[in-house]
């Protein structure tokens, strides 16, 4: 019954297989052991799908696999600090960059300490207790067994007993049971095959990266073990590591025959209880520069420069093996320099030592046969030289060879003198030697020569690459060695050339000394350019040896036409002169009441007179005493006039808040008075009005001509019929004109003055923009001043309540006055 219950907890189980690994292989193998009948009836019993189970039809499902190691990217901060602590020890700062070989290679974090088992097995490999033998039985009878080998060592047969299997190889235990299958049951053959591998726990320790005890497979080998464990730390040794057995060394691993040599013959395999030790690293030796691997390397038996270098993985193309450079510590504990030739036997036979850092350097660049393309080419860069080559032999399409932002006009030859290292600079009419090959503008190539193509400036759009291949930055370290090579009877072969020309700037002085020459490098005149005269600033010195300027105004045009005896030295500067006041486009608008309105462009000297004629002068129902003229210059003035006073007016609004209640409460009254003023003046906007009497402007000879600048405009209202009133009344509007009404009569049908208007500072601005002052306001007795359509009536507020009287005034007065010349236009 115990058996009975044991198999129906198997049945009951089974179903759960594919979600969790709950059953045992032993308990399965149970199962199977049964009679077949008694498996069908129990598995028809519970639904368990038979096939499955006994794997009859298919192959058993192979186990998933499982991610024992995940590689890490990079290592810890502190890790990283202990291997640049290292490094810098060993191998000095200027080396930090070398990095130790071999140690990425098992880098990693273990992530479960699950037997690796997805390892081949070898036909040598001992049967042990733990392990599974699976037998397909086929011909007479078919069945699949899996036989867990016991602890006695012997595996169990349905029927036929036991067999015992323990210490012998896999060929070995295979045979036997071929064996004993063809002689217990007839007509019947074997299959054997190795099923769940045994367990082993090994020790892992000395410098791993995480030392202690692993379970791995029976099949383990060193190398399967230290990648379980993470790996190595760079601290210990990939040269040296022990297999011990019983305290006694049974095999030591050298990783580098592994890395280097793909040899794996020491990588022995484990056995239950071996420990794998890591030692500290031994010495080490870095190589840099043009080896295959550049590392820091550990020494075992590599003691010559030849055997390092091999071990790096050879020489490069570029490798310049005549002088290879050794940094090591003397006796004196003092870093210092040797050198090898490692193209000699002497030199690769050198003796390396530990802490030394090996630099193999690098053939130098081309040195000779070449000449170089620099800037807007299409395929910039150095190319081989012959003689008799000309410009038209490398540069052969202006379209295809150059790029589309770069100047096809003009182009540089930078040529260094052989024997004295002196750079001097040719002019290339770029587009007549490439178009006329062969001729005196396709110029012959010496060795060593550079081609600069400038970029257009006017081709080049924003973020362009073309920018940086200007003039400006391609000439700048031509300059550079022009001024270096300068000295006493070979003066600096320098230029500078202003004004109108499409590249200003510093140029090296051109081989024809002409002022020609030296504009076409400039790129040319600009059509603003006057070739009336220009000047050269030339600096001498006098017979004394003290340094001056000299001043040589030329024609232009006839230096252009090469007809100029002048011939520039060094550091001449040029200036090319403009042709005055040339397109400048200088307008007047005129608006309203114009026969022709419209923005006018008008001639130096020309005035507003002129102007309004050439307009047709004015309509009938012009009203020229409302004009209303505007000056941007003036507009400019009362916006800063305007910033001047908001400015003061913010400083003032601080200290009148920080008086506090000293003055009870009227002090905030004062702060609410001084906001609003404030707020005035912050939306305010400058007009830019000048007062002017168009009606005198027109008919009166003697009036003042108005000479007219670019911006003025000239607004002309209707004939209006209102008064307005504003400021400090109960009601500001505008009123019907009415003849005969005076200043009083106004203000009272606007409701009069509010608390905080100044009666006796009342004013009025007439149509034209000036300003009458009444002699004094007397509000109930009524006046005879009469006013005239277009006028308006101001009620200023009464500063004297107020601290800072005067400044306070002043502001008002120009908030007031913006306001005026505002409201004057909109209300004409």
Do not use: C
């Not at 089974?14 to 199977?32: C, E, R, T």
């Not at 095999?251 to 794998?276: E, H, M």
């Not at 940086?468 to 600096?492: C, D, H, M, S, W």
Request: proline residues 5%; aromatic residues 6%; negative net charge.
């Amino acid at each position: 019954m115990n058996l009975k219950h044991r198999l129906l907890a198997i049945l009951l189980l089974l179903p759960m297989m594919a979600s969790a690994q709950s059953i045992s292989s032993a308990q399965i193998a149970q199962f199977k052991s049964l009679p077949k009948a008694q498996q069908e009836a129990l598995a028809s019993q519970y639904g368990v799908d038979l096939d499955a189970l006994m794997g009859s039809g298919h192959a058993s499902s192979r186990p998933q696999p499982v991610q024992v190691v995940e590689p890490i990217s990079q290592k810890s901060e502190q890790e990283a600090a202990e291997t640049k602590a290292e490094s810098d020890a060993e191998n000095g700062d200027a080396k930090n960059s070398l990095k130790p070989f071999g140690y990425d290679l098992f880098a990693g974090k273990p992530t479960t300490f699950a037997p690796v088992t997805e390892i081949p097995v070898p036909a040598e490999y001992t049967i042990g207790p733990g392990d599974v033998l699976r037998v397909q039985l086929w011909g007479k009878e078919n069945q699949n067994l899996e036989l867990p080998v016991s602890r006695d060592g012997s595996i169990s047969f349905p029927d036929y007993g036991p067999l015992s299997i323990a210490g012998l190889s896999f060929d070995e235990a295979r045979e036997q049971i071929k064996t004993r299958v063809s002689e217990q049951y007839i007509g019947v053959q074997a299959s054997v095959s190795l099923g769940e591998l045994r367990s082993i726990r090994v020790f892992v320790l000395g410098e791993a990266r995480n030392p202690g005890s692993y379970t791995v497979s029976s099949l383990s080998t060193l190398t399967n073990a230290l990648f379980v464990s993470g790996g190595i730390e760079a601290s210990g040794s990939l040269r040296n590591i022990q297999h011990k057995r019983n305290g006694k060394l049974v095999g030591t691993l050298d990783l580098y025959d592994l890395l280097l040599k793909g040899d794996s013959s020491a990588d022995n395999r484990l056995q239950p209880g071996d420990v794998i030790f890591i030692p500290p690293v031994g010495k080490r030796v870095g190589i840099d520069g043009e080896v295959y691997r550049p590392a820091l390397y550990e020494l075992k038996s590599e003691n010559r420069l030849a055997e390092l270098v091999q071990v790096a993985g050879g020489l490069t193309s570029q490798a310049y093996p005549q002088r290879v450079n050794i940094e090591r510590t003397n006796n004196d504990f003092l870093r210092v320099i040797v050198e090898a030739d490692y193209s000699q036997r002497q030199g690769r036979n050198a003796l390396v030592q530990a802490g030394d850092t090996i630099t193999i350097p690098s053939i130098s660049d081309i040195t000779g046969q070449y000449v170089e393309i620099r800037g807007a080419a299409a395929r910039a860069g150095k190319f081989a030289w012959m003689p008799g080559m000309r410009v038209s032999s490398i540069i052969q399409n202006l379209d295809t060879d150059l790029e589309p932002t770069a100047d096809k006009r003009y182009a540089a030859i930078v040529r260094t003198n052989p024997k004295t290292d002196a750079v001097a600079v040719l002019n290339l009419r770029l587009r007549e030697a490439i178009t006329q090959p062969g001729s005196e503008y396709d110029l012959q190539l010496e060795e060593k020569d550079k081609i600069l193509v400038f970029s257009d400036a006017g081709k080049v759009s924003a973020g362009e690459s073309g920018g940086n291949y200007t003039r400006e930055n391609l000439f700048a370290p031509v300059l550079q060695r022009l001024k270096a090579q300068a000295k006493p009877g070979a003066p600096e072969q320098t230029i500078r050339i202003s004004g109108p020309v499409r590249y200003p700037g510093e140029y090296p002085l051109p081989a024809t000394r002409s002022l020609a020459d030296a504009i076409f490098v400039a790129g040319g005149l600009k059509d603003i350019a006057s070739l009336k005269q220009a000047e050269v600033a030339r600096y001498t010195t006098d017979e004394k040896g003290i340094g001056q300027t000299r001043i040589i105004d030329l024609d232009l045009a006839d230096a252009m036409a090469g007809s100029s005896a002048v011939k520039l030295h060094s550091r001449d500067t040029i200036l090319i002169k403009s042709i005055p006041q040339f397109a400048q486009n200088r307008t007047v608008s005129l608006k309203g009441e114009v026969n022709y309105p419209g923005q006018y462009t008008f001639r130096d000297g020309e005035t507003l007179k002129d102007v309004l004629k050439r307009a047709g002068g004015l309509t009938g129902n012009a009203f020229p005493k409302g004009a209303v003229f505007t000056r941007e210059k003036l507009r400019q003035l009362e916006a800063q006039r305007l910033r001047e006073a908001e400015e003061r007016l913010q400083g003032d609004l601080l200290g009148v808040q920080l008086e506090g209640s000293s003055f009870g409460g009227q002090n905030a009254e004062r702060v609410k008075q001084v906001e609003n003023l404030l707020d005035d003046v912050q939306s305010s906007r400058p007009v830019g009005r000048m007062v002017i009497d168009l009606a005198s402007v027109l008919s009166n000879e003697d009036y003042q001509s108005i000479r007219l600048q670019d911006g003025d405009t000239l607004t002309i209202p209707t004939i209006p019929q209102a008064v307005s009133v504003f400021g400090e009344v109960q009601f500001p509007t505008s009123h019907l004109h009415q003849p005969g009404l005076s200043v009083d009569d106004y203000l009272e049908r606007s409701g009069g003055p509010t608390r905080q208007a100044d009666e006796d500072r009342v004013y009025v601005v007439k149509a034209d923009g000036s300003v009458m002052l009444p002699e004094r306001s007397r509000w109930f007795g009524g006046r005879d001043q009469q006013l005239e359509p277009g006028d308006t009536i101001i009620m200023p507020i009464d500063l004297d309540r107020l601290n800072q009287l005067e400044l306070w005034t002043n502001v008002s007065q120009i908030v007031y006055q913006m306001a005026l010349g505002a409201a004057a236009v909109g209300n004409l």
